[in-house]
């Protein structure tokens, strides 16, 4: 994703994703990458699961 000096926003897909993680009976709906951290954070709202919150290492520092 990049993000150019006028505010556009451009995402380009990798030919190959890699799998950064699963999350069994769980779907993620927000991802954002903390300030100066390596961490992103991970939440999901499911109507029969509750909602949840939790971090992974998945950003550039």
Do not use: I, W
């Not at 990798?14 to 992103?40: M, N, R």
């Not at 109507?47 to 998945?58: A, S, V």
Request: net charge negative; with cysteine.
């Amino acid at each position: 994703m990049t993000v150019s000096a006028a505010g556009r926003v451009r995402v380009t897909l990798a030919a190959s994703p890699a799998v950064l993680g699963t999350f069994p009976q769980y779907k993620t709906e927000g991802v954002e990458c903390l300030p100066g951290s390596a961490d992103a954070l991970l939440g999901s709202d499911d109507e029969n699961l509750g909602g949840y919150l939790r971090t992974m290492p998945f950003c550039g520092a």
